[in-house]
């Protein structure tokens, strides 16, 4: 043990005989026959299939099994969720379904297809049915031979659910197990299917996803992304800019465009049909896919453990519904275990943010330390402080080792790794607050007129001549890593071409990050193969502005220019003009300030740069206008 930890132990510990822990505030169910389950400020509403006044134990098409109805993080409503529903009506929130066989590539339920009219058939996740004299369709009510029982064992952040049949239909039976587990901001859903019968059978289970944006209409502003170039049908139009600049007015725009490997609702939906995805057969990454809305800043990512053979998505105007179809072919007595999971975001969530109280403090410290060493079963149990992936279910080192990496951050706003202000008055050094990583000035006037009042204290005016800073000795940010940028800029005029406002890396596709404003006054993004514009507020108009880039993936490690997330004056903007390329920064130290790298088209930057900040990390709209606004203000 580090004497690190084993001063914030010691820490810990006094804490907890001096400060009271705080509560969560309580949520309470809408659905009757529901329970919650809570881990920090993500709050799940389940069906109970023991209640006599829940309406999802009786299901004919969506099983009673782990039965999400709604999920709520920070407040902020994720589902669509109707407090009616029935045996074979859609219910909302998260329900399972298997072998729909709506479509010739799906399956229809085990042994439909062997028997004749009154046969049995298994329905899995619901029991065994009795067919009719028609093919199969999941909307019919068929008689019912025997519901499976399903029992579950609750716990505050997790249920158990086991569902087994005691007959079998002409061979065809199985257990279904499941552990729904909630964890600060994740939503586990476990499986255990098991082949209990006499018969080899193909099944297929999808989730309907009905995903919803806090009640807002599904469009515009909402998009499903994924991490692979893939095959629709029907297709989606990709999406093509305008010829000249001007606002992008609903009205002028189709409903759903394709934008490199998104699919994204321009306006409101009145009517989409069900649209297929396929991967590429060679795609060997996860299978997920995001799910946001770039106005309330809700985001959700759906990972499967294992390939689904494609993804449907059905739109309504008030869900999207992506769905991961995943097949399973078992043997007699085989048995197969996958998970979903389903992580949430919002604009200002924070991880490591034990006590929902904004700062990660004394409070949070308090907490975890009355939960120390301790695991799901115990009473100091304390779910909001499992925040480390390293350790799962165990309060530990790994979990006080997260919480210290964000030690008294407001809003959980990480220092810099490198913040040049630019409050200079002379000489040719832009100097790093840490020291460390100065900039060398190259071209500037040597009576210092370079030095100006800027939009926060000083700041530095380049001619967009020749004028460039130099910082030899840094890489930037290099790799896949997580990362954001930050800056105030003000062009002396409109721009005739693109201006470089930061650039790092080698003139290689994927290795370098170069942020600047293009000939059409727009920010931009490039990192050689790829780049990403943002289609709303003009930024090269002459006025101050503050602009950020971020980089969050949806796949950790491995992240696209479609990971990109760019700010204009703390507003999240809608990337419509994007080329799709990964991102894998080299480490070389050769970090500019107002000029490209490429000696044939330096792209000068004509105007003045102020506060230029790099974080390690993926910042939330939250903490860029933290940034914003505290810069705004100061004196």
């Known amino acids: 043990m580090s004497r690190q930890a084993v001063v914030w132990i010691v820490i810990a ?221 029907p297709d989606v139009t990709p999406w093509s800019p305008p010829a000249k600049v001007r606002a992008i007015l609903p009205a002028a725009s189709p409903d759903v465009v394709r934008i490199a490997n998104a699919v994204v609702y321009m306006n409101k939906i009145s009517s989409v049909p069900k649209i297929w995805i396929y991967r590429p057969q060679d795609y060997a990454g996860p299978d997920l896919f995001a799910a946001e809305h770039t106005e309330t800043l809700q985001r959700l990512i759906i990972d499967a453990s294992i390939p689904a053979a494609y993804v449907g998505i059905w739109t309504t105007d008030y ?77 530990d080192l790994y979990d006080l080792s997260a919480l210290a990496s964000r030690w008294q951050q407001e809003d959980g706003l990480a220092s810099p790794t490198a913040h040049w202000r630019l409050d200079e008055t002379a000489g040719t050094t832009a100097i790093e607050e840490r020291g460390r990583r100065n900039g060398l000035l190259r071209n500037f006037p040597e009576d210092g007129s370079q030095w100006v009042q800027a939009m926060n204290g000083g700041g530095l005016r380049f001619d967009g001549t020749d004028d460039l800073v130099e910082i030899s000795s840094f890489s930037g940010i290099y790799g896949t890593r997580p990362r954001t940028v930050a800056a105030w800029i003000k062009l002396a005029e409109k721009p005739m071409d693109n201006q470089t406002i930061l650039v790092w890396g080698p003139q290689e596709p994927g290795r370098y990050w170069q942020l600047e404003v293009d000939a059409n006054r727009k920010f931009r993004f490039s990192c050689g193969g790829g780049s990403a514009v943002a289609s709303g507020k003009l930024i090269g108009d002459t006025q101050w502005h503050h602009i950020a880039a971020v980089l969050d993936p949806i796949v950790p490690d491995d992240p696209h220019v479609s990971d990109m997330r760019l700010y204009v004056d703390a507003q999240p903007q809608t990337i419509l003009e994007l080329t799709e390329h990964q991102i894998d920064t080299a480490d070389i130290g050769n970090l500019r300030m107002g000029a490209s790298h490429d000696p044939n088209v330096p792209r000068y930057f004509n105007g003045i740069l102020d506060d230029i900040q790099l974080f390690d990390a993926p910042l939330t709209p939250a903490n860029i206008r933290q940034i914003f606004i505290s810069e705004t203000l100061s004196p």
């Not at 339920?109 to 028609?134: M, S």
């Not at 308090?366 to 120390?372: E, K, Q, V």
């Open 319 to 395: 869900q999207v519904s992506p769905e991961q179809f995943l097949q399973i072919t078992l043997a007699p007595g085989e048995e197969a275990m996958f998970t979903r999971t389903y992580t949430f975001r919002t604009g200002d969530f924070i991880h490591e943010d034990t006590t929902g109280d904004g700062t990660m403090d004394g409070n949070d410290l308090s907490l975890l330390s009355s939960a120390w060493l301790s695991g799901p079963a115990s009473s100091r149990w304390q779910p909001s402080c499992d925040i480390s992936p390293a350790s799962p279910d165990r309060i």
């Open 13 to 233: 510990s006094a804490l907890v005989a001096s400060r009271p822990i705080p509560v969560m505030g309580e949520v309470l169910p809408v659905h009757a026959g529901a329970r919650l389950l809570h881990s920090g400020s993500l709050v799940v509403e389940v069906g109970d299939p023991d209640s006599p006044e829940c309406r999802w134990n009786k299901g004919l098409r969506f099983s009673p099994v782990a039965n999400v109805l709604r999920a709520q993080l920070d407040g902020r409503e994720f589902l669509y969720s109707p407090v009616g529903g029935g045996a074979l009506s859609y219910l909302g929130g998260l329900p399972m379904e298997f072998d729909i066989g709506q479509e010739a590539f799906q399956p229809d339920p085990p042994g439909y297809n062997e028997g004749v009219n009154g046969d049995p058939f298994l329905k899995v996740g619901v029991g065994i049915l009795r067919r009719d004299a028609g093919a199969y369709n999941f909307s019919t009510s068929y008689p019912v031979v025997e519901l499976a029982r399903t029992s579950v064992t609750w716990e505050r952040d997790r249920a158990h659910f086991v569902q087994t049949l005691s007959g079998n239909a002409k061979g065809y039976s199985c257990r279904l197990d499941e552990d729904l587990i909630v964890k600060n901001d994740r939503l586990i859903m476990s499986y255990v299917l098991r082949n209990t019968g006499t018969k080899r059978f193909t099944t297929e289970q999808y989730i309907h996803n009905f995903v919803c944006f806090s009640g807002r209409t599904v469009g515009p502003n909402v998009k499903i992304s994924f991490p692979y170039a893939f095959t629709a049908s």
